[in-house]
């Protein structure tokens, strides 16, 4: 639809198009196609929409209410645009959806060389999306680059945070708005790890470090539950536990599983830090409400996750031996590995998986070749 209407193409103010009015379309686009890619991530799919037939516009850093301004003041705002980011030093939406907007593209060469066929220089294309991910965050104002986690570990010592440079304290709305961003980003690592252990199986061990780092800092921002008490539908409604947490939360704990019962342990991968994580996580899948849409797949997230942890905390785990892990492969005649190509398949493996059965044996000897 968004096509046919064409909002594909570049969007700009003339005699029959307000300010306004071009502001929210290029705002539509660039939410359906951020969207289009969060499904074609989750489900491992190519997307429908791409950034090489589309007039890539990111919206202007500007609240709701200054888009909707007259003259003069519309004037006014748009001067305190600098690069289309406002100048006042605080983060809004806007701020956010400009951010995404970058990522949704990046996430679509990602998916390039998650699903591609044929890449004739495989290595060369991830040289240059990782090039492009750097060049992301290098372009971002000063105030967005702030790391959100240095923001909440100084509120365990007082209310308030200013900002850098600025006799400014941080707003609730800013540490959220950040929080978003950077979570992006760093789903964006994880997508891009992701990609190369499914193509190349490498060492996991930079996969695990992004994963973790990505469930750090959903669970720091989980922890301030009070401070953003206004923001409760923005962390569970956008997705920030079933989209950002789940993912790498459900490869930790495989990782986890698999390093005990092989014997062959990660230092990337602590393993009491990484269990009291999981731990946490459980918890906060419990708080979303039958009413959130990502309800059912955190209840599922939750049962799968509890059962590595009952396996890992067992004083009484069977221990498999090379024996097992060899009769049961041919036994099952199958791969069962932990699917690595995307979110929904890795989930349903995990919430199906019987770990007394032999699909399990039959795990470990498909994820040798990954050690």
Known sequence: MAVMLGFHREKRVDATTPFYLCELRIRLFDRIFCY????????????????????????????????????????????????????????????????????ATICED???????????????????????????????????????EEILSNLHHSPACMIPDRNVEWRPLDVIMLLMIHCGFRHTDFLLERAIVNRLRPSRTHFIVCARSLLDIVLKGLSKREYLRDF???????????????PSASFLAIELLRSDQTGNYDDALPRSKTVQQLSTLISAFETVSPEEGNHRTCEVGRIAIQQVL????????????????ANSGVMLGCDTSFPHNNDADALQWLGNLDFDASDWASFLQASEPFS
């Open 232 to 246: 409760q539908a923005d962390i569970v409604a956008l997705d920030k536990l079933a989209f950002y947490a789940l």
């Open 310 to 325: 009952d396996r890992l905390l067992s004083p009484h785990r069977p221990q498999q031996t090379p024996d097992m892990t």
């Open 110 to 148: 990602i998916l390039e060389i998650s699903l591609g066929l044929y890449h004739e220089d495989l290595d060369g294309r991830i040289r240059q999306v990782r090039l492009k991910i750097e060049s992301a965050r290098e372009q971002l104002p000063a105030f967005v680059r702030v790391n959100p």
């Open 36 to 103: 289009d890619k969060f499904l074609s991530t989750y489900l491992g799919r190519p997307p429908r929409i791409s950034y090489r037939h589309c007039a890539m516009q990111s919206p202007l850093d500007l609240n709701d209410d200054e888009v909707c301004l007259e003259e003069p003041d519309l004037t006014a705002a748009l001067s305190r645009l600098e690069g289309g980011w406002s100048t006042l030093g605080h983060t809004n939406r806007s701020s956010w959806r400009r951010v995404s907007s970058q990522q």
